[in-house]
C-alpha cells in the first residue's frame, strides 16, 4: 500500500512532464497536421537553457522556468518560419521529413556545441521529503513543484484558449482552416502562437526534468519527445484534454510497469497500450471520429 | 505482352552485363574491401527502399517501422547460419518467412488505421520488437549477436537486389498491384470495384516484410555482429527518406535515391563530428526544394496537401 | 420475378433519419430513376444498396444469381454478386491511366494467384491479355481509345464520368448504379450519355438505376421513377404519372 501510494506521486510527476509535452505536439498537430518530431527536442533545449542560466549566472528556479520558457517559445517559432513554413502547402510526409531534419538538426547541433556528455543540473530546491499519512511513503519538495507548476500552466492554457482572442483563433484554425481564414483570422500570427506557446510548455518541461532528475544531455529529448507523442495519440492528437489524459495515463502505467518489475519492459509496455487504445478507438481516447464522406 | 520481347531481352543482357562486370573488378582487385562494404550497404538499400516503397509509395500505407522486419530477418538469418549451422540460403529463405510473418502478424491489426495514425502504431511495434530484441537472453539481448559467418558475397548481394526488384515490378504490374496502387490512390472506390482493402494491404505489408527481412540476412551474414539499436527509429526513417528523395511509387527512383543517399552519407563520414548536422540540413534541403523526390510525379491522396479539408477525410 | 426487393429499409445517423421506411421492388432489364431535392437521401439509398452503410433496420435482397441479402453485404463483395456503381462525386484513380483505371473494375475478374503476379507464369499473360482486349473494347464503347494513356485527371469532367461508367462495366455487372451520370455535362452531353446508357443497357443486359437531376435524361429513358423526399418515398410510377403526382410538384416547388 506505501508502496503504491509513493509509486502514484512518482507517476504523477511523470506524467506532468509527458503532458507538458504532449500538449505542444497536439497543438501543433491540431493546427497544421504536422507531427512535430522536433518538439522533443526543444525540451532538451529548455533544459539546457535551465542549466546555463542556474550553474553559470545562479539564477534561481522560477526566473530560470520562465526565462527558459520564453527562449523555447522564440526558438519554436524562429523553428515554424525558418522550417516548417517553406513545406506548409506540400506533402505531409515531406512536412514530416522536415521535421526530423530539425530534429537531427537540434540535437548533432546542441551535441556538437556542447558535447556529447551529460551534465548536473544544480540543486535548484530544498531538498526536503514529507512524509504522507504517517506512512513510510514520501512526498519529495520537487514533486509538488512539478505538478504545481504543471497545473498552473494548464491553468493558464486552459484560460488561454477558451476566453482569449488568440486562443479563438487557435480552435477555430483547428476545425476548419479555409472557414477561419475567410473570417479574417490571420494564419501566420496563430500559428507562430501555438507553436510559441507549446515550445514554452516543452521548455517548461525541460527545467522542470533537469532539476529532478539532475541530469541532462544532448540526446535527451528523443525518448520522452517519442513518449509524449504516444500520450497525445493515445489521448486523440489534437484534442488538447486528451494531451493531459494521455501524459498521465501514460506516465502513471509506466511507474506501475517499473515498480512491478517490468521496468526493462516499460517503453514496450508504453507502445502496446498505444497500439491496444488505437485498435479499441482509432483517433485515440477522445478523439472524434470522422467519417469520409461517399 | 511476351516474355522475350526485345526491351526485356536487353534488359536481362544489362543485368548480367553489371554483374560479371563488377563481379571481375571485385575479383582482380579493383574494387577494395572499403568500396564493396559501401556497395553492400547500397544493395541492401535498395531492397529496403524498394520493399518499403511497395507499402508506402504504392500501397499508399503509411509506414514508420520497416527496420524492425530487417532486424527480424537479420536475427533470424543469423541465429539459423550461427547458432544452427545452416547454409546461406536456408539463412536468406528463413530470414524472408519469418519477416513475412511478422509482417502478417503486425499488418492484420495495424492496418485498420489510417495515415498518421497507422505510422505511428507501425512505429510503435517497430520499438517493441526491439526491446524484446534487447532483453531476449538467446540472441545477445543488449550486447548483440556475434560471430555470424560472413556468406554474404558479391553474387548473393546481386541477385538478391535483382531478384527483389524484379519481383515487386512485376508485382506492381499485375492485378493485384493495380489493387494496391488504386487503395492508395482512393480506398472507397477501389473497395467499390471489389478490391478487398484489407487483404491487399497485409498482402504489400507482408511482402515488403519478406523483402526487407531479406536484406536483414545480407546485412546479418556481412557484418558478423548485429546488435537491436541498430534497427531503431532512426533506421526506419532512413529507409522512408530514401523511397521519398527518390519518389513515392517509382522504383526507378527508390534504386537511385538509395544509390545517392549512401555515397552522401559515405562523403559525410569525412566530417565526423558535423555529419548529423550537414545531414539534416540535406535533408531539410531537399525536402524543400523536391519534396516530389528524383523521380516522383504523382501526388498520392494521402501525400497530399495537408490541411484541414484533408484532416477531414482522416476518419474514413 | 423482381430482382431487388427492399423491405422496410431504414438508416438514421445519430438522430437523424437519412432514409425511413422505404418499400419497393424492381425487376430486371429497366432503368430506373431515382429523383427528389437535395438531401432526400438519395445517395444515403445508394450507399445502402452497395454495403457502404448497413441498413439500421429492414433489408435489401437481390436476386440476381442468387439470394443475397444486405446482411451480407461488404463493400468489396459488391461487384461479386454482380453490383457495380459509380460516385456522385466522381472517384477515380487520379493518377492511374484511363486504361489502369478500368482495367481495376475488371479486378474480381482475373483469375490467377500471387506467384503468377510475381514470377509472370502463363496464367499472367492469358488473363492480362484478355483483360486488356475487353477493356479495349470497353474504351472504344466510350470513345476514350485514343486517351487510354492519359491520367485520369487530366481529363474533362464529362469524359471521367464516362470513364467511372466504363470502369462499372469492366466488372461485368447485371445492375449498375449511377449516381447523378451527367451532373456537369452540358446538354449535348447529357443527351449523348442517354443514347449511351440507353444502349449499353441492351448491350451488357443490365439492370439500371440512376440518381438524376437532369429531368429530360430520366423522363426520357427510364421505365420506372421514385420520388424521395425528407427520406421517405413519397411516390412512383412511370415519369408521367410522378410528374403529375401533387406530392411530388409540392417536394420540387416547396408549398403547403
Redesign the interface.
Same mark, same amino acid.
Given at each position: 500500500m506505501e508502496q503504491l501510494t509513493q509509486q502514484f506521486v512518482n507517476g504523477v510527476s511523470l506524467g506532468s512532464i509527458y503532458a507538458l509535452i504532449a500538449l505542444g505536439y497536439t497543438m501543433v498537430y491540431g493546427i497544421?497536421? %504536422?507531427?512535430n518530431f522536433a518538439h522533443g527536442d526543444i525540451y532538451m533545449i529548455g533544459a539546457y537553457i535551465g542549466f546555463a542560466l542556474t550553474s553559470f549566472l545562479h539564477v534561481g528556479f522560477f526566473p530560470a522556468l520562465i526565462i527558459s520558457m520564453l527562449l523555447c517559445a522564440l526558438l519554436g517559432v524562429l523553428i515554424e518560419k525558418v522550417?516548417y513554413k517553406? *513545406? $506548409?502547402? @506540400?506533402? $505531409? !510526409?515531406?512536412?514530416? !521529413?522536415?521535421a526530423? @531534419?530539425?530534429? =537531427?538538426?537540434l540535437? &548533432?547541433?546542441m551535441? &556538437?556545441f556542447v558535447k556529447a556528455e551529460t551534465r548536473t543540473f544544480p540543486e535548484l530546491l530544498p531538498n526536503k521529503q514529507i512524509s504522507i499519512l504517517n506512512t513510510s511513503a514520501v512526498l519529495d519538495i520537487k514533486n509538488i513543484y512539478i505538478i504545481f507548476v504543471t497545473i498552473s500552466l494548464m491553468l493558464v492554457l486552459q484560460y488561454t484558449i477558451y476566453k482569449t482572442k488568440v486562443g479563438k483563433s487557435m480552435r477555430a484554425? @483547428? =476545425? /476548419? $482552416? /479555409?472557414a477561419a481564414q475567410l473570417m479574417g483570422i490571420d494564419m501566420n500570427k496563430t500559428i507562430s502562437y501555438t507553436f510559441a506557446i507549446g515550445s514554452a510548455l516543452a521548455g517548461a518541461a525541460g527545467v522542470l526534468v533537469g532539476t529532478y532528475y539532475n541530469s541532462i544531455n544532448p540526446l535527451m529529448g528523443v525518448v520522452p519527445g %517519442?513518449k509524449a507523442? *504516444?500520450a497525445a *495519440?493515445i489521448g486523440g492528437?489534437g484534442v488538447i484534454p486528451g494531451a493531459v489524459l494521455g501524459g498521465f495515463f501514460l506516465g502513471m502505467t509506466e511507474t506501475m510497469v517499473s515498480a512491478f518489475g517490468g521496468s526493462?519492459?516499460k /517503453?514496450?509496455v508504453a507502445?502496446?497500450i =498505444?497500439?491496444l487504445v %488505437? %485498435?479499441a478507438k482509432?483517433?485515440g481516447l477522445l478523439g $472524434?471520429? !470522422?467519417?469520409?464522406k461517399? | 505482352m511476351k516474355l522475350f520481347n526485345k526491351k526485356n531481352t536487353l534488359s536481362m543482357l544489362a543485368v548480367l552485363g553489371v554483374y560479371a562486370i563488377a563481379g571481375l573488378l571485385i575479383n582482380t582487385g579493383f574494387i577494395d574491401s572499403y568500396i564493396f562494404l559501401n556497395i553492400v550497404l547500397i544493395g541492401i538499400n535498395i531492397i529496403l527502399a524498394v520493399s518499403l516503397n511497395l507499402i508506402t509509395g504504392f500501397t499508399g500505407q503509411f509506414s514508420l517501422g520497416h527496420a524492425a522486419f530487417m532486424s527480424i530477418g537479420a536475427y533470424a538469418a543469423g541465429i539459423l547460419t550461427a547458432k544452427l549451422d545452416q547454409p546461406f540460403w536456408v539463412g536468406i529463405a528463413g530470414a524472408a518467412l519469418f519477416a513475412a510473418f511478422a509482417g502478417i502478424v503486425i499488418g492484420i491489426p495495424t492496418l485498420r488505421l489510417k495515415g498518421d495514425y497507422l505510422a505511428i502504431a507501425t512505429l510503435g511495434f517497430a520499438e517493441i520488437v526491439k526491446i524484446i530484441g534487447l532483453n531476449t537472453e538467446y540472441i545477445g539481448g543488449a550486447t548483440g549477436l556475434n560471430d555470424i559467418p560472413r556468406y554474404t558475397t558479391w553474387t548473393w548481394l546481386y541477385f538478391c537486389v535483382a531478384a527483389t526488384v524484379l519481383l515487386i515490378s512485376n508485382f506492381i504490374k499485375s492485378y493485384k498491384g493495380r489493387a494496391c496502387i488504386a487503395i492508395g490512390e482512393d480506398e472507397i472506390a477501389a473497395e467499390a470495384m471489389g478490391v478487398n482493402t484489407t487483404y491487399y494491404k497485409v498482402l504489400a505489408f507482408t511482402l515488403g516484410a519478406f523483402f526487407a527481412g531479406i536484406a536483414g540476412a545480407l546485412y546479418a551474414n556481412y557484418f558478423y555482429f548485429l546488435k537491436p539499436d541498430s534497427f531503431g527509429f532512426m533506421k526506419s526513417i532512413d529507409i522512408l527518406v530514401i523511397v521519398v528523395f527518390g519518389g513515392m511509387g517509382s522504383i526507378k527512383g527508390s534504386i537511385i535515391g538509395a544509390i545517392l543517399l549512401s555515397v552522401i552519407s559515405l562523403f559525410l563520414q569525412g566530417i565526423p563530428e558535423l555529419r548529423m548536422v550537414v545531414y539534416s540540413l540535406i535533408l531539410f534541403l531537399i525536402m524543400v526544394y523536391r519534396p516530389q523526390g528524383i523521380m516522383g510525379k504523382s501526388s498520392l491522396k494521402f501525400f497530399r496537401k495537408r490541411g484541414v479539408l484533408y484532416a477531414n477525410h482522416q476518419g474514413k | 420475378m423482381p430482382i431487388i426487393k427492399v423491405n422496410n429499409l431504414s438508416k438514421s445517423f445519430g438522430g437523424v433519419k437519412a432514409v425511413s421506411n422505404i418499400n419497393m421492388t424492381i425487376d430486371g432489364g429497366e432503368i430506373i430513376g431515382v429523383i427528389g431535392p437535395n438531401g432526400a437521401g438519395k445517395t444515403t439509398f445508394f450507399n445502402l444498396l452497395t454495403g457502404i452503410y448497413s441498413p439500421s433496420s429492414g433489408e435489401v435482397v437481390y436476386n440476381l444469381d442468387k439470394e443475397i441479402s444486405s446482411k451480407s453485404f461488404k463493400p468489396y463483395k459488391m461487384t461479386g454478386y454482380g453490383v457495380a456503381r459509380t460516385f456522385q462525386n466522381i472517384r477515380l484513380f487520379k493518377n492511374m491511366s484511363i486504361l489502369d483505371n478500368v482495367l481495376l473494375g475488371y479486378h474480381n475478374n482475373m483469375r490467377y494467384g500471387l506467384l503468377s503476379s510475381l514470377f509472370r507464369l502463363p496464367s499472367f499473360y492469358k488473363n492480362e491479355s484478355k483483360a486488356y482486349e475487353e477493356v479495349l473494347k470497353l474504351l472504344e464503347i466510350f470513345n476514350l481509345l485514343d486517351k487510354k494513356d492519359e491520367l485520369a485527371s487530366s481529363l474533362p469532367y464529362g469524359e471521367q464520368r464516362k470513364v467511372e461508367i466504363a470502369r462499372a462495366l469492366a466488372a461485368k455487372p447485371k445492375l449498375l448504379l449511377l449516381d447523378e451520370p451527367a451532373a456537369g455535362m452540358n446538354p449535348n452531353e447529357t443527351k449523348e450519355l442517354t443514347a449511351l446508357i440507353n444502349w449499353i443497357k441492351d448491350e451488357f443486359k443490365l439492370t439500371i438505376i440512376l440518381i438524376e437531376h437532369d429531368m429530360s435524361l430520366v423522363m426520357g429513358i427510364c421505365s420506372k421513377v421514385f420520388v424521395f423526399d425528407y427520406g421517405t418515398l413519397i411516390a412512383s410510377g412511370t415519369p408521367n404519372e410522378v410528374q403529375n403526382n401533387e406530392q411530388v410538384i409540392k417536394a420540387y416547388l416547396g408549398g403547403e
Open positions: 497544421i497536421k %504536422l507531427i522550417a517553406p *513545406v $506548409r502547402n @506540400s506533402t $505531409r !510526409i515531406a512536412a514530416l !521529413i522536415t526530423i @531534419s530539425v530534429s =537531427l538538426f540535437e &548533432y547541433g551535441m &556538437y484554425v @483547428s =476545425l /476548419d $482552416r /479555409d %517519442l507523442f *504516444v *495519440v492528437i526493462l519492459y /517503453d514496450a507502445f502496446a =498505444l497500439i %488505437l %485498435l482509432p483517433n $472524434r471520429n !470522422i467519417k469520409e461517399v | - | -
